[in-house]
């Protein structure tokens, strides 16, 4: 059924989004915004699925832990269309492992690990539909059109979710970057750890109780946790100042109880989280492009021989910007 997959491997660290899908997230919405998979987003998905006969094949492209591919899933599922589902993403994926809670849903899914939309291991006109949320924009354009021709049946149909510049979506991605540019350029790891190691010298009794060093170290802390303590108390999304103070806090409690070793962790982890944050927030501003990507691709679309396109902005609530729904299809043979 399926032809030989010669993707290029990632190495680790092209793999962040697999570490991030391994940690078991359902979507890749920063966190706090309520859009989530539901409303609109939802709605626009279930009318796109329902335009499939039973036993229809559809692929969703970059679908992470399968989000849009089980919704899918359930719609088939309530409307008895018996679809067979696949979901294939760049990065190493396995939603089996990492959506426990899902297992009944994941389980009606094929999914695809490190499958490039540009190279997908399917046989030429294998599907009726393609998907793809916050998905196309993340690949080489002409390339993954040039694919989802070769893998797209004759009047067989495709539906991209993109990000846009300036959604809402990407006004707050942005502020993540800042935020976490702003945890490195004040080094706040650095300092907490610099202080668990004197708190922990004093309390091996190794150094004084109250020593220069230490009340030093202690007075840095409390310094940059204030500014960002007033950072984020004014910023309108402010998840990832809150992140970064979470794992320093927990770093100082577990110290007195667990020790030096444990609360290294917590600043590793900390360190590690907002590393792997930093790579996904630049790759969706990179991804989301300059103003006017989504009518490039359009045209893209096009000249590659796709009809019936449609571009339509998506709005949360009616209001709120957070991507641009692309629709088309390869013609018929008639
Ligand atoms: C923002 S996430 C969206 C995941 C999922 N569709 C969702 O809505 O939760 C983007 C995904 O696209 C994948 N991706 C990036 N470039 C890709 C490519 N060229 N081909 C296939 N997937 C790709 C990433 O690995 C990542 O899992």
Known sequence: MFSAYTGRMLNEEQ?????????????????????????????????????????????????????????????????????????ADRASIDPRRSLKEKAELVASITFHSQASAENLPFEDQWFAGVSGQYAFEYTRHGAALAELWRVLEPDGRACFIMHDHDSEVLRRGREQLRQIELIEKLKFYAAVDVLIEQISLMNEGRAAAGNEDAEKSRHRVNEIAARLGTEASSSFSPESLRLAMGFGSRALEVLGSRGMASAREQTARGRKELAGARLRYEDLARAAGPAGQSEAIVALAREQGFVDLALEPVKHDRSVLIGQQLTMQRPGKG
Not at 31 to 60: C, H, I, K, M
């Open 15 to 87: 793999d962040f989004w697999g570490e991030y899908w391994a940690a078991g997230p359902l979507t890749s919405m920063v966190d706090g915004f309520e859009t989530n998979y539901q409303g609109e987003l939802r709605d626009r998905w279930l009318q796109f699925f329902s335009v499939f006969p039973a036993r229809s094949r559809l692929l969703d492209i970059g679908t992470g832990n399968g989000a849009i591919a089980m919704l899918a899933a359930e719609y088939s599922r309530n409307e008895q269309r018996d679809f067979e589902l696949h979901g």
